[in-house]
């Protein structure tokens, strides 16, 4: 495996940790202050993401390549209300995909098709995630203060199946 697109790769296997980190300390959040649906939304996206660094690590190592792990960065402490922490993981997202969308322009210019081919999913998927995301932030957005709406929401957010 080319050294460069390694090094990529493993530099995106600590930000997909970095992005399960970030989402489980925002379902803990959620669960502190009792919106167990949001909670439940967060945690599913934090073993989404925690696959995500699998499926590339897994990559890697059938490559022939050598995942080097490093220290994962702390996610915020203050999280803020749900629009703002939902507001804050569609930010993640497109953060994300403009990785993915750098990592595949190194493989093709490396003419590294096997991993441009892999990379297609993540392509994919970043589409999905951005659309989930920014659907929640439209949402809360209605909602506003309307606690009512609030905990209608939290309750449709709770229903959410893995995917």
Known sequence: MNKTIEAALNQQINAELHSAYT????????????????????????QEELAHAMKLY?????????????TVAAPAKKLGTPLKIFETALAHE??????????????RKNKDYATE????????????EEDSA???V?????????MSALLMLDQQFGARSSE
């Open 134 to 136: 920014g659907r929640a």
């Open 58 to 70: 897994d990559y890697v190592l059938e490559r022939g390549g050598h995942v080097a792990l490093e």
């Open 23 to 46: 989402y489980l300390a925002m379902s803990a959040h959620f669960a502190e202050k009792d919106f167990d649906g949001f909670s439940t939304w967060m945690r599913m996206q934090a």
């Open 138 to 146: 439209e949402q809360l957005k209605r909602a506003g203060d309307n």
């Open 94 to 107: 497109k953060k994300i995909t403009g990785m993915i969308h750098d990592l595949y322009e190194l493989a």
């Open 117 to 128: 081919n892999q990379l297609n999913w993540f392509v994919t998927e970043q589409v999905e």
